[in-house]
Each structure stands twice: as C-alpha cells, then as structure tokens.
C-alpha cells in the first residue's frame, strides 16, 4: 500500500462512479470577541482552513458493497487517508486552457503565482484546482499568460516552481472524521452506507 505524507493511501471503490449526495462544508478558524456593553465584535482570522463533507452512497446490492465494506475497514478509522472530488464539478467553467504550472518556489498563502494558461476565461469563481494531492477552489477570473490565483484554503505545502496545476478531474485528500464506521442492509438486500469525512491536514 502506498503513503502520502506518511499516511496509508487507500483507494476508493471503482462502482458506484459517485456518491448519491455530497453535502460540503467550508471551515475557516476565526475567533470573535463581543462587548457584553456595546456588543460590537471584534475578529481575528487564523489560518486555519478545510473542507468536510457528509458522503451518502447510492442503494447498493450485495455483490457490489463489499469492495465498500472492504474498504471502510482498510483505512482503520481516521487512519487512512483518500482522494476524493466534486463529481459534478469534473470540468471547470471556464475554458481550462493551457498547460498551467506553479511560477515561483517558495510561495505560501491564499495568493498563487502561475503561468501558462491560453484562454481569456481559463477559470472562473468557484473552479476547482489540483496541485499534488490538495484540492484548491479558484476565486477569481483567470485570463491568459501569468496569472496570481486568489484561491482556498490557502497552499498546504509550497509547490515546486513549475508543478503541473490540473484542472480537470480534480481531487483532495481526505480521511473519515470518526474511528466508527457504520452500514445499514434491508429486507431487500440492499445496503447503504454515509459517512463523513475532513481534509487531510
């Protein structure tokens, strides 16, 4: 089995294609202080960012659900990690044109350097992007030629100078929230399985 920073990396099942529902949740660390008198509030932002997501997977029949049974065993809990994308969002808005890449070592934050995008829309708000094994959402309009991405969370890790950006079938790296793993099965022998599940941070 391989590892990601260290991490058991455990591939998802191959069928179902897609979950039946992802509900996503964006988490930013801030703290507020508000005036018992006045009640004026007062915030300090923290670097602190991650995607959680509550997965739900479609009925499944007997033959199909222990590749899933199997799987959610493997990762032990909050142990392993995974890659995992928004299936409805596997092409970007925008044109992806070009052959993007990181421009500049070093870089740190919300704000990304890049280089080698082709198309007057390459990206829009909200498109998703991949560089390595974190998942990144673009928030502004990216043009063609350099490019600084406004982009969250901000970078896990600073990418080499000239790291291939993919947009297109993009994924993060997550693993469960909880140590305790649950499936349900009916009279009709079929079975379901939700799961929540964090970045990998």
Do not use: C
Not at 39 to 66: C, D, F, N, R
Not at 145 to 160: A, C
Not at 164 to 171: D, K, S
């Amino acid at each position: 089995m391989s590892t990601v920073f260290g991490w058991p990396l455990v591939p998802m099942p191959a069928i179902p294609a897609a979950p039946a529902l992802i509900e996503w949740t964006a988490m930013d660390t801030v703290a507020v202080s508000q005036s018992p008198f006045t009640g004026q509030q007062q915030t300090q932002v923290w670097p602190g960012s991650w995607l959680e997501a509550s997965i739900s997977m479609p009925p499944m029949k007997h033959a199909t659900v222990q590749a899933w049974l199997a799987w959610l065993l493997q990762v032990q809990g909050m142990a392993g990690v995974f890659q995992l994308g928004d299936p409805l969002a596997a092409l970007p808005t925008g044109t992806g044109a070009g052959s993007p890449v990181v421009s500049g070592a070093g870089q740190t934050g919300s704000a990304l350097n890049t280089s080698g995008w082709s198309g007057a829309n390459s990206l829009l708000p909200g498109d998703w992007i991949q560089i390595g094994y974190r998942l990144y959402r673009n928030l502004g309009i990216v043009g063609a030629g350099p490019q600084t991405l406004s982009i969250w969370p901000p970078l896990r890790e600073s990418p080499p100078d000239a790291t291939p950006i993919a947009v297109t079938n993009t994924v993060g790296l997550f693993r469960l929230k909880s140590n305790a793993r649950k499936w349900s099965q009916n009279p009709n022998r079929l079975y379901g399985m939700q799961f929540d599940i964090r970045e990998a941070i």
